[in-house]
């Protein structure tokens, strides 16, 4: 069995190679759902670094890593940031890295913060064709055969580099928030051989609202935020739903995600602690765990799901002038109230 799904780790990435990961913890990697929530926190500098291992019981299986950083710029009212994506998928040790700038601006009303973001940079994928079982190293009785070599021809060419481009907006207004962005928007080719194999474009939308449970304290005390996130990448469609429940320094999630609506894909559950939280100078460390029950045809028993970690960090200057603190209270609920 563990032979059959090595092989079929690399068949279904084959099948949907085009397609990017998602992270559970979505908003635990905010610029890697929406370039417009670049600068979009209480301090002036914030750091996040993700872990997603999926399908941990499959050998060969998915790992993929994002670390972001960013930084609030008041003076051109919006942030700068850094995103790293890496991923390292199947048998075949086929591995992507893409490394991005950003920049998002906002425009502040009374009770509302519009944001829009841009992000680009290039992108290298590579791949260990010498790692890849063919048909004929397979034998029907028995499996994979050990230290057989393949008749078939490879290309010669084993990495690849292209640009690439995203961009978004997110709106929040009073206890709603709602936003959306567009990923691969020129569609770059990512061809190993001759043939063009393009890139969809991802499009994300999320929607979240803010339901506080204490009406005398809405600031601090307990709330709940249900949120749905869709994804579509080419014919691939997720849709996830669920709710944070919040109070002070804990925060417990729960999700369902589902493919193209209808068929279920995974329960998640995330467990999210804020700590060392200093209020007045809006310091925080923040740890968070999640895992994914699969609940797809190719059943939790067999991926043991997939599991993830996140940790990030924000923190202010004590010398930055006070045009900081003005641009972080300019209006109401901001995008960190959500999550």
């Known amino acids: 069995m563990k032979r059959f799904f090595t092989v079929l780790v690399f068949l279904v990435h084959n099948i949907a190679f085009a397609q990017d990961h998602i992270y ?43 670390f972001s950083v960013d930084y609030t710029v008041p003076k051109l009212n919006g942030g700068l940031g850094f995103l790293a994506t890496s991923s390292n998928e199947g048998t075949a040790y086929l591995r992507k890295l893409n490394l991005s700038g950003i920049y998002s601006y906002s425009v502040s009303f009374e009770e509302a913060v519009l944001s829009f973001g841009v992000q680009a940079g290039f992108t290298k994928r590579k791949i260990d064709y010498g790692r890849i079982v063919f048909g004929d190293q397979i034998d029907a009785l028995t499996g994979i055969i050990p230290g057989s070599v393949t008749d078939a021809t490879v290309p010669a060419m084993n990495n690849k580099y292209f640009f690439d481009a995203g961009a978004g907006i997110n709106l929040v207004a009073g206890k709603f928030m709602i936003g959306t962005s567009a990923q691969h928007i020129n569609k770059p080719n990512e061809s190993f051989t001759g043939l063009k194999a393009t890139l969809p474009m ?3 939308g999320h929607v979240s609202y803010r339901l506080p449970l204490d009406r005398y304290d809405e600031e601090t005390g307990p709330v709940v935020i249900p949120s749905i996130v869709f994804y579509k990448q ?3 469609k997720l849709l996830s739903t669920g709710f944070q429940y919040k109070y002070k320094a804990a925060n ?61 960090y924000e923190t202010t200057f004590p010398n930055r002038n006070s045009a900081a603190s003005e641009y972080r209270n300019s209006s109401g609920n901001r995008c960190y109230d959500f999550y």
Not at 258 to 270: Q, R
Not at 301 to 307: K, V
């Open 24 to 66: 559970s913890q979505f908003y635990n990697s905010p610029n890697y759902l929406n370039p417009a929530l670049n600068g979009q926190f209480e301090g002036d500098l914030r750091m996040n670094l993700i872990y997603r291992n999926q399908w941990s019981g499959v050998p060969g299986g998915l790992d993929y890593f994002t």
């Open 252 to 312: 417990v999630g729960l999700w369902y995600r589902s493919e193209s609506g209808t068929k279920g894909d995974a329960i998640v559950l995330s467990l999210i602690f804020d700590l060392f939280v200093k209020k007045d100078m809006y310091d925080k460390v923040r740890m968070g765990v999640s895992h994914d029950a699969t609940l797809s045809k190719l059943q939790y028993g067999n991926t043991a799901g997939s599991t993830e970690g996140a940790l990030s």
């Open 234 to 236: 080419a014919e691939s």
């Open 202 to 204: 991802r499009v994300n």
